[in-house]
């Protein structure tokens, strides 16, 4: 796997076939089809939104709440999504593995890629719902661009790394099954940060730190309204840069050990 | 020769695996053997230090015995294993077909799966497209091509993976032990297909058990053995040693107490050969039964001689004899009259007066050996035979069918 070799011709190819494969398999024999990736986050929403806004009233004090929950619900959700696939796509290409040698980091990239796919079509019902919702959408809109291919570095780092490791250890899934309940909890998704900031302001830079919550911080910040606590606002020098950090630092240590175990793959699943 | 153009180039490969031994895949029984010191796997070493070559357009068969490590070698060539030790190098695109499949998706139809398997063979939809035609006319499923792979009967998708294999404009084409794929009418195809690849310039790399493939369609072929090299040469000679190497294996004849086809009156009885294994049709078959009967009565020791290639007992020759202890009968059968044999030779004794059997060499212990004279005929005896039939005033003509000899 030479860095040159990434993006061959014959590994777009892969890419591009695998992709459509993908997509063509992913609602076989459901009547909705492809609607199911929007409507599923959209019921999510939909649920977390009633529970959450009218019960707990948590959405009390920021503009379009709503807009600003299912932001951060597709986003978060693409995360999941991008590395749950990719930790399952080793896996259930064993066979595959076994009778053909092709570059198998190609594998962890399509399903990412779904994933990718998946969060521009939810990507257009929040566009809708900020019509409906009267948000102001300035020129900082654009912004969203390098956050998603932020956001997706990082989920695809974190699929490497779990894509090799459940070739050896099976607990991998459920594990990360708990992790990702939990970090959703950790990650402001449903609650704003100006709630977390009155109980403890070291909390909420911990918080900030993690690259998802920052992403998805600053994606409310250039979509939906200006009150949304980004770690631009919040913390000050050096530390700015820690997400930045910790993803470059992930995708190292998660090509490292990709590279160096992917070998083994036919032979160990 | 330093220019001969190479195909595959294998060097010092050596290939080990470590199997868990017990179900070590999960982090507990991980964590407790790098706590208890153990290794938790056990090293199997299918390959070691193997070097070879072939060259372009060169057929060429890998044989070997269960377990002897040639589908490792399959597989560390299709580049699906990684040497552990040792290089190998490949020149040209590869076309696998390994474990009966390139790995269908059941869920897409035959089209949409003959397109990723091209793109996992390296092949846009582009060079897909061109080849396609000629992909579905040889697996003879057209119809069924818009149709989902799980509505195929086993038999189709084993063809439709076959004719994507063969009819991929690959360079160098590897297949483990595929040719009996199919209906006989497909077999008949891929025989054909086989039979006239050889000025193709493809080069193909076979794995099998079948010795009439390796005559039939091999120009070189290499015998494994316990994850070496044991031979490289003709077809011819490599199917020999690979089927005296099923021979020796099976060869314990004798010694043991209470072996199959002993009793208490005959308590040894073993086929010692005298002659070659591979015989001519100027050599003798000579081999010594030897027996130990613990009485006196009278007893008859039979010789069979059985064709395996033709499934027909030659001969079955019967002496009397009598008297306890320990005893050698020598027996002798010129060849000269019979083609190309695969021979199996075992003993019987039986009592005169009961006529019950009281002992026989089992299939195990029975002795075996070749016939290859390289006459050009396929019956069992040969037109030198003295029985052998004659055309009313026109002489015998006998042309070099050799390599249909031991046909399907």
């Known amino acids: ?269 | 020769m330093a220019d001969k153009d190479i195909a595959i180039k294998v060097q010092d490969l050596t290939k080990s695996f470590k199997i868990p031994l017990e179900s070590s895949s999960g982090i507990k029984q991980k964590m407790i053997n790098v706590l208890k010191g153990k290794k938790g796997y056990r090293e199997f070493t299918p390959l070691k230090d193997v070097s070879f070559e072939i060259e372009k357009g060169d057929f060429f068969g890998i044989v070997g015995r269960n377990g002897s490590g040639k589908s490792t070698l399959l597989k560390s060539i299709a580049g699906i294993y990684a040497p552990t030790k040792g290089a190998v190098h490949v020149d040209g695109t590869l076309v696998p077909f390994i474990e009966l499949g390139v790995g269908f998706n059941p869920e897409l139809t035959g089209r949409e799966n003959v397109f990723l398997n091209g793109a996992l063979l390296g092949f846009s939809h582009a060079e897909m497209e061109a080849m396609y035609d000629e992909i579905v006319d040889f697996a003879e499923i057209g119809d069924f091509m818009e149709e989902k792979l799980k509505n195929y009967s086993s038999g189709m998708q084993v063809r439709l993976a076959f004719s994507i294999a063969i009819k991929a404009e690959g360079d160098i084409l590897l297949l483990d032990e595929v040719l009996a794929v199919g209906d006989e009418a497909f077999q008949r195809k891929c025989n054909e297909y086989f039979a006239n690849i050889k000025n193709s310039g493809k080069t193909i790399v076979l794995v099998t058990h079948s010795m009439d493939s390796v005559r039939k369609y091999c120009n070189k072929a290499m015998l494994v053995h316990d994850g070496k090299i044991k031979a490289v040469g003709s077809p011819d000679d490599i199917a020999n040693e690979y089927t005296m190497e099923n021979f020796r294996k099976q060869d314990t004849a004798g010694d043991g107490k209470h072996q199959e086809g002993l009793s208490d009156k005959v308590t040894m009885l073993r086929i010692v050969p005298v002659s070659k294994q591979v015989l001519t049709n100027k050599d003798d078959l000579i081999v010594d039964i030897e027996y130990r009967i613990t009485d006196d009565t009278p007893i008859v020791v039979h010789i069979g001689i059985d064709d395996e290639i033709r499934d027909v007992v030659i001969l079955n020759n019967g002496a009397k004899v009598a008297g306890k202890g320990e005893h050698k009968l020598r027996y002798t059968m010129p060849v000269s009259a019979y083609n190309d044999c695969n021979l199996r030779v075992y003993a019987v004794i039986d009592e005169v007066d009961t006529k019950n059997r009281i002992a026989f060499t089992s299939d195990r212990n029975s002795y075996r050996c070749l016939i290859r004279n390289k006459i050009g005929n396929y019956g069992l005896i040969n037109t030198s035979s003295p029985v052998h039939g004659s055309w009313d005033g026109i002489e015998d003509f006998v042309y070099n069918r050799n390599k249909e000899i031991h046909g399907d």
């Open chain 1, 1 to 269: 796997m030479k860095i040159s070799n990434i993006l061959s011709r014959r590994n777009r190819i892969l890419l591009r076939e695998l992709v459509i494969t993908d997509f063509k398999l992913r609602y076989q024999g459901s009547v909705l089809g492809y609607a199911w990736s929007v409507l599923k986050p959209l019921f999510l929403f939909a649920i977390l939104y009633v529970v959450f806004d009218y019960i707990f009233n948590l959405g009390k004090g920021v503009p379009h709440y709503p807009v600003y929950l299912l932001t951060g619900m597709v986003l978060w959700t693409f995360f999941v999504e991008a590395t749950t696939n990719g930790l399952q796509s080793i896996i259930s290409r064993g066979d595959l593995i076994r009778k053909i040698n092709f570059p198998k980091y190609i594998i962890v990239v399509s399903g990412t890629v779904s994933a990718l796919i998946n969060l521009f079509f939810n990507l257009i019902v929040v566009a809708i719902f900020m019509i409906a919702n009267g948000v102001d959408v300035g020129w900082q809109a654009i912004l969203i661009i390098p956050l998603i291919v932020e956001l997706y570095i990082f989920a695809l780092a974190i699929a490497f790394f779990l894509a090799a490791l459940n070739v050896k250890f099976r607990d991998i899934g459920y594990l990360w099954e708990i992790f990702i309940q939990a970090a959703f909890y950790g990650t402001p998704v449903l609650y704003p940060l100006s709630m977390v900031i009155s109980k403890s302001e070291l909390l909420t830079k911990i918080i900030l730190i993690n690259p998802v919550a920052q992403v998805i911080q600053d994606a409310r910040y250039v979509l939906v309204t200006k009150e949304s606590v980004t770690i631009w606002s919040f913390v000050t020098g050096w530390k700015v840069i820690l997400p930045f950090v910790i993803i470059v630092v992930v995708l190292i240590l998660a090509s490292y050990y990709f590279r160096r175990n992917q070998k083994y793959f036919a032979e160990q699943i």
